[in-house]
């Protein structure tokens, strides 16, 4: 049992729990200092808990969860951990892995669930230069060969005062090359129509342990809309994802056709009407140009589409939308003020 003041020695350096940080059914992060007396990290843990509760055939995945993250972390470049979490250590505690990440400032859905409730407005710049900063992480986790399916601001850790913003948690991440439909992956709340659907008609009889779900680099970039919705619109999520997400929670079994059902058997738009305005009228309020808020819609949309092959083929293809966005910086008026 973890608790303050356990000692966990990894490959590199020992290390004394401080206090829980953050915790999913794959794993547990607790705040810890690395001994004697130095800076304070990360250390993320499986979730033993959850995972002695799972069918013994499943129980591998918390472990594979942890053990994949290490190696596709431990592979990177120093260069390439501009946007992505650092691992400084790892190894293992009570038979389990372990490692030890770069402590951060907090996440990214704390950042905005206390705006919110203060009643701050959204801050359109920031919300674009942190889908820039994710869009530069997601092109390193693809040329790297993996796709992450599990995008969400949970998931996106704020650094050097919210400056800057870094991807973590690659537990759920699949070789893009792997293209054989596999089990349920990822966070209801942020998942794109592939990985709410499956690939079979007979979606009554869909399951979480089933592999029909098929996903691409693509599934990523859904997400990416997802949170370029969340970010500018102050924190409302998208309906769709709402939706998803109320189905899942009512049995795994059948998901997708309790989504189906309450839509008429289509597959419900990814992007309503009224959404697409309210994005547009946070853009403008938040003091982008007309031009400039017409593309971050149509970046929006393409973003959102319902089909994978519809939306941006590759993360350089985002970065130059965005940067015709951001070329438009000099004409802004501050937030607020009159143009």
């Known amino acids: 049992m973890l608790e303050s003041g356990t000692i966990v020695t990894l490959a590199s350096h020992s290390y004394r729990l401080d206090s829980p940080l953050a915790g999913s059914a794959y794993g547990l992060v607790w705040r810890a200092e690395v001994l004697p007396g130095a800076r304070p990290v990360a250390l993320k843990f499986v979730n033993q808990a959850r995972m002695e509760q799972a069918l013994p055939a499943l129980r591998g995945r918390w472990i594979d969860s942890v053990e994949q993250e290490a190696a ?79 995008l969400k601001p949970s998931n996106l850790l704020l650094s050097a005062g919210g400056a800057m913003i870094k991807l973590a948690d690659f537990g759920t991440s699949r070789a893009l090359d792997d293209v054989a439909p596999h089990v349920y992956a990822g966070t209801p709340n942020w998942q794109a129509p592939e990985q709410v659907f499956g690939q079979s008609d007979q979606s009554a009889l869909e399951d979480a342990n089933d592999a029909n779900y098929a996903t691409c680099a693509a599934t990523d970039y859904f997400a990416l809309g997802a949170l370029l919705f969340y970010l500018v619109s102050g924190g409302v999520a998208l309906r769709f994802c709402v939706e998803a997400a109320q189905a899942w929670r009512e049995g795994q079994l059948g998901a997708a056709a309790r989504l189906r059902a309450r839509v008429g058997g289509a597959i419900p738009p990814t992007l309503n009407e009224d959404e697409a305005a309210l994005f547009g009228q946070h853009c403008e309020q938040g003091g982008l140009p007309r031009d400039a808020a017409g593309r971050a819609l149509a970046l929006l949309r393409a973003l959102l589409a319902a089909d994978p092959a519809a939306r941006p083929p590759h993360a350089l293809a985002i970065g130059r939308v965005l940067a015709e966005i951001d070329a438009h910086r000099a004409a802004w008026p501050l937030a607020g003020s009159s143009a």
């Open 72 to 150: 596709f972390l431990g592979q990177l470049a120093p260069w390439d951990g501009r946007h992505i979490v650092r691992l400084l250590d790892s190894g293992s505690h009570a038979g389990l892995p372990v490692l030890a990440l770069e402590l951060l400032e907090g996440d990214l859905g704390t950042w905005v669930a206390r705006r919110r409730a203060a009643g701050v407005a959204p801050d359109v710049r920031q919300a674009l230069a942190w889908v820039g900063q994710v869009n530069q992480a997601l092109e390193r986790v693809h040329q790297y060969g993996r796709r992450h399916l599990d």
